[in-house]
């Protein structure tokens, strides 16, 4: 069994920050990646932040700058430092890890439940 946890979503005035927080347990022997994603009313589910196991980062142009993806490796966790916070940015927001169950087993992906962010202006 594979959990993974968001928290740390709201409501937020534009121009405010949050962070995201998403912690990984269970049948984990190693994680690849992991990332951010969101998904707004009537649009599809967009990659946001993704950083690899090696530190690599990417980000969406539209946040670049804005916000920043960090990981904490020894405890599976990823964090979504969101600044400069816009209306457009309202949507769930949902975690992705990319992850293999054993040392033989072949990379499988979860998602979380998704935390919701909305953005007032």
């Known amino acids: 069994q594979v959990q993974v946890v968001e928290s740390g979503g709201g409501l937020v005035q534009a121009g405010g920050s949050l962070r995201l927080s998403c912690a990984a347990s269970g049948s984990i022997f190693s994680s690849s990646a992991m990332g951010w994603y969101r998904q707004a009313p009537g649009k599809q589910r967009e990659l946001v932040a993704r950083i690899t196991r090696g530190g690599g980062t990417n980000y969406a142009d539209s946040v670049r700058g804005r916000f920043s993806i960090s990981r904490d490796y020894a405890k599976n966790t990823v964090y979504l430092q969101m600044n400069s916070l816009k209306p457009e940015d309202t949507a769930i927001y949902y975690c992705?890890?990319?992850?293999?169950?054993?040392?033989?087993?072949?990379?499988?992906?979860?998602w979380g439940q998704g935390t919701q962010v909305t953005v007032f202006s």
């Open positions: 992705n890890l990319v992850f293999r169950r054993t040392i033989v087993s072949g990379e499988d992906d979860y």
